[in-house]
T-cell receptor
Framework: QQQVKQSPQSLIVQKGGISIINCAYENTAFDYFPWYQQFPGKGPALLIAIRPDVSEKKEGRFTISFNKSAKQFSLHIMDSQPGDSATYFCAASKSGQFNDYKLSFGAGTTVTVRA | DTGVSQDPRHKITKRGQNVTFRCDPISEHNRLYWYRQTLGQGPEFLTYFQNEAQLEKSRLLSDRFSAERPKGSFSTLEIQRTEQGDSAMYLC???????????????FGAGSRLTVL
């Protein structure tokens, strides 16, 4: 049972363009939503994360938009660069000091940025 | 570098053999997680430890799988009587429990890739 659904499976964008990846979740107990970036042969690395008390979070060229009522969140990569070519995973978990932070991941989106 | 270390990085084995993977977490992290990732999929949760206690196991973790974290430091994941369906990347992650900035962020290792022939 996949708790986080991610789309698209892959996308190709020109250098300088915008990449948009969407995720939807079912479990209303989730309150921590990170995005991970994974390069071939490497483990996933945290890129940016958001909690549902805000609707948007921006770090550099990466922005998360969060819609609590729709149970959806998305990653926008602005001014995409060839070095951004990677697989991106959205994830969700319950947070709080005594929660497990066990992440449920989406299936991933492979982003290819063409120079 | 004091990141999460996993060993071996690659393991090829024949069906029916036992394999063991080791994970060394970041030293101050008290939580340790094992995930499995198959080609084209996101990581799937297998189990996690808080210190030496194994607090949860996924239904994906059949009786052939066992994980330990003696003394709350490194962890091992053993697969007995391997099957071709066990072929995957086994990822370890660790985190530090707490409310301070940076706490509870999962840091992943590079993974151990298992191929069962």
């Amino acid at each position: 049972q996949q708790q986080v659904k991610q789309s698209p499976q892959s996308l190709i964008v020109q250098k300088g363009g915008i990449s948009i990846i969407n995720c939807a979740y079912e479990n209303t107990a989730f309150d921590y939503f990170p995005w991970y970036q994974q390069f071939p042969g490497k483990g996933p690395a945290l890129l940016i994360a958001i909690r549902p008390d805000v609707s948007e979070k921006k770090e550099g060229r990466f922005t998360i938009s969060f819609n609590k009522s729709a149970k959806q969140f998305s990653l926008h990569i602005m001014d995409s660069q060839p070095g951004d070519s990677a697989t991106y995973f959205c994830a969700a978990s319950k947070s709080g000091q005594f929660n497990d932070y066990k992440l449920s991941f989406g299936a991933g989106t492979t982003v290819t940025v063409r120079a | 570098d004091t990141g999460v270390s996993q060993d071996p990085r690659h393991k090829i084995t024949k069906r029916g053999q036992n394999v063991t993977f080791r994970c060394d977490p970041i030293s101050e992290h008290n939580r340790l997680y094992w995930y499995r990732q198959t080609l084209g999929q996101g990581p799937e949760f297998l189990t996690y430890f808080q210190n030496e206690a194994q607090l949860e196991k996924s239904r994906l973790l059949s009786d052939r799988f066992s994980a330990e974290r003696p003394k709350g430091s490194f962890s091992t994941l053993e697969i007995q009587r391997t099957e071709q369906g066990d072929s995957a990347m086994y990822l370890c992650a660790s985190s530090r429990q707490g409310l301070l900035s940076g706490a509870n962020v999962l840091t992943f290792g590079a993974g151990s890739r298992l191929t069962v022939l």
